[in-house]
């Protein structure tokens, strides 16, 4: 794809987000994060939504149990 086109699709998927992350965390004040790592991480994918500045690396600790680095 070129470069140009990136740039506009980048500007159209920035717009498509309907709530500012603080109104969505208002809204789920009351929530508490429970102990499950793929809860926990579909939580803040759906806060920050797709945002180049935010990675998640996932990667397992002493090759058994799952963890993401956010």
Known sequence: MVFWMRSKNKKKRKSETSQIPNQI?????????????EDTVAFIQNLIGDND???IRRFQILGRYPAALL
């Not at 809204?27 to 429970?34: D, G, I, R, S, T």
Request: hydrophobic share 40%; no cysteine; net charge negative.
């Open 25 to 37: 965390l208002e809204q789920n004040q009351k929530e508490n994060l429970n102990a499950r790592l």
């Open 53 to 55: 500045d935010f990675v």
